[in-house]
């Protein structure tokens, strides 16, 4: 399978711990996005990274999360002292270009679960 | 930032008819508008998509019309199939700035197709 690739699919944990979630894009694609869905809801966009440098952060994303994309390949998402309210889909989405009509290809996400 | 509204929120068709769904957006400088399609638990996935160089762009039973002086793009499907029942999602990008690419999505339309 040649489209982008998250990791794990599915994770449930408990109120205060710490998660990781991984992305492969598409080999080659330059840009990777990240975005939170929550049921009935349209994708948010949480952050940005053009190669290796994180060019945008969302003001969705608090203190408590964080990205690294480090060779410009793939990506991690985490979030440390989980709260409920962090419980949603973890979308990756990578294009490769250099302008805004670019096609992005989403990952099946991470259903994160915090109980 | 790019603000974008959909409209409707839940459209219900009988197998065989037309269905619009109908977005807005603000930013006059975004010029790619894509449709996605998104399954119960699956990933969006890309259906069609405008560039604002054209105003219209057919694939088969689906169609995009872009209007980009009222600001505003739709999605047409014709002969409506069950299997077209989903959540359906247009998008705009943010045009400048380090946002390149980045999309805001519309709230969602979820089509039932009824047999």
């Known amino acids: 399978d040649t489209g982008v690739s998250q990791n794990p699919r599915h994770k449930i944990t408990k109120r205060g711990q710490n998660v990781t979630f991984r992305c492969d894009p598409i080999?080659?694609?330059?840009?990777l996005y990240w975005y939170r869905q929550t049921l009935g809801q349209g994708p948010e966009f949480l952050t940005y990274?053009?190669?290796?440098?994180?060019?945008?952060k969302s003001r969705l994303l608090s203190d408590r999360f964080s990205a690294e994309r480090p060779k410009g390949s793939f990506s991690t998402l985490e979030i440390q002292r989980t709260e409920q309210g962090d419980s949603a889909m973890y979308l990756c989405a990578s294009s490769l270009g250099q302008g805004a009509n670019t096609e992005a290809f989403f990952g099946q996400g991470t259903r994160l679960t915090v109980v | 930032g790019e603000n974008v509204e959909q409209h409707p929120s839940t459209l219900s068709v009988q197998e065989g008819d037309s269905a619009v769904i109908k977005c807005t957006y603000s930013d006059s400088a975004s010029n790619y508008f894509p449709w996605y399609k998104q399954e119960l638990g699956k990933r969006p996935q890309l259906i069609i998509d405008i560039r604002s160089n054209v105003g219209e762009k057919k694939d088969q039973r689906i169609a995009v019309t872009l209007n980009k002086t009222a600001k505003h793009f739709s999605l047409h499907i014709t002969e409506t199939q069950p299997e077209d029942s989903a959540v359906y999602f247009c998008?705009?990008?943010?045009?400048?700035?380090?946002?390149?690419?980045?999309?805001?999505f519309g709230q969602g339309t979820i089509l039932t197709v009824h047999p």
């Open positions: 990274f053009q190669n290796e440098a994180q060019l945008e």
């Open positions: 998008a705009a990008p943010n045009a400048g700035g380090t946002s390149y690419g980045k999309l805001t």
């Open positions: 080999s080659e694609h330059n840009r």
